[in-house]
């Protein structure tokens, strides 16, 4: 058997070790992968236009497992948070739970006015104070006021259903404080406990009295005085 020259065995194995030694430095690049939105360092190999991964590495950045059994390699990964819970539409009406601040806010301005609204008229009948259309006018037009900037302010449907009874709150002041101006244009004396059993002036206050508990509450609840 014809033996070679040693220096021809180490030409052939230098060419058999370039492609290989080619294929290992020039091929693989540390690259960042993303999966899922998460970033990880994995060793990324080109060959033949296609990129390939350690699925080791895959698992590690995916937030995964990896197993082995028998010839089979099972790989799980989580769902994708996007996926598995879709963030709400921005755009999407809020749940209608009790009152808004904004409206709780001019809710609470809108009854201090018809109370000091009706504490005046109250106690100038009580006294005998004169009362003149334009001095109830003032008072008039700030519990006005106020229901226009709670109306402004409604957002839910215990904000609008509140708003009715406010409403029927203000009607109901307006009507009292009426009906005492012209009993003091048509008179000139008023009885000091005129407004005592007044039944118009006892639904104002029952009315009063449920919109202070909603308003502690924080939720609607119409039991019928506001009506």
């Not at 009607?171 to 404080?177: G, P």
């Not at 407004?195 to 919109?211: E, F, K, V």
């Amino acid at each position: 058997m014809r033996k070679w020259p040693f220096s021809k065995w180490l030409i052939l194995a230098a060419l058999l070790a370039l492609p290989i030694l080619a294929l290992s430095q020039a091929a693989q690049q540390n690259l960042t992968l993303i999966v899922n939105g998460r970033p990880g360092v994995a060793t990324v190999v080109q060959l033949n236009g296609r990129s390939y991964v350690e699925i080791e590495a895959l698992a590690r950045i995916a937030n995964g497992s990896l197993s082995f059994k028998g010839n089979q390699i099972m790989l799980a990964l989580p769902a994708s948070a996007a996926s598995a819970a879709p963030a709400p539409s921005p755009t999407a009406e809020p749940a209608n739970q009790g009152f808004s601040k904004e409206f709780l806010r001019a809710g609470i301005e809108e009854m201090a006015a018809i109370r000091e609204w009706r504490s005046v008229l109250t106690n100038a009948v009580q006294h005998g104070y004169p009362i003149t259309e334009d001095w109830l006018s003032v008072y008039r037009g700030q519990a006005a006021k106020s229901l226009t900037l709670a109306s402004v302010a409604v957002t839910t449907d215990s904000d609008r259903d509140a708003l009715r009874l406010l409403t029927n709150e203000l009607d109901n002041m307006q009507k009292l404080s009426n009906t005492i101006l012209e009993s003091r244009k048509s008179m000139d004396y008023i009885s000091p406990d005129t407004l005592n059993n007044d039944p118009l002036d006892q639904r104002i206050m029952n009315c009063a009295h449920s919109l202070a508990s909603m308003v502690a509450g924080r939720q609607f609840q119409d039991d019928g005085s506001c009506h």
